[in-house]
């Protein structure tokens, strides 16, 4: 397993009675405000989360998790129908990753992702699609996901 630096944004409403799963999950990941700053433990969680509401996204970032997921966080939003976007970063020989979710998503939509958060097609995978019937307008529409707008975490 390599450890990989991430940051995840999440967005849209939140009831107020998820918030001390949500924190939980948060807690659980190490998440901090940026790399260079201590994780937040549940008493400091609640004032981002009054701070953030309705202005931004929640944003963390975390220098080394597991193959760069925020797996207790993920897997609550994902239960919960809560919106998030994550970037793990790229290592050396390898990809970055972009993982988004929307609340109107049966699953999350993944890709490889470069420095600049950007999803990447490589060629092996435009050649499937081409294998498969598909047109590169296609291929293309799949990623309009990752073009969505992120709306602002907001308490509800």
Do not use: H, W
């Amino acid at each position: 397993m390599t450890r990989i630096s991430s940051k995840i944004s999440i967005f849209g409403a939140v009831a107020a009675s998820l918030l001390t799963g949500l924190a939980s999950a948060i807690t659980q990941d190490n998440a901090s405000r940026d790399y260079d700053e201590p994780s937040f433990d549940p008493e400091s969680l609640a004032e981002e989360f009054e701070r953030v509401s309705g202005q931004a996204p929640l944003t963390f970032a975390t220098e080394s998790l597991p193959d760069g997921a925020y797996s207790a966080t993920e897997e609550f939003c994902e239960a919960n129908k809560i919106g998030f976007r994550r970037f793990s970063e790229p290592g050396v020989n390898e990809n970055g990753e972009l993982r988004v979710y929307f609340p109107d998503m049966d699953t999350p939509a993944v890709v490889f992702a470069s420095v600049e958060q950007e999803p990447v097609i490589p060629f092996c995978g435009l050649k499937q699609a081409a294998l498969k019937g598909k047109t590169l307008a296609e291929v293309i529409a799949i990623f309009e996901v990752f073009d969505r707008e992120v709306p602002p975490f907001k308490l509800s």
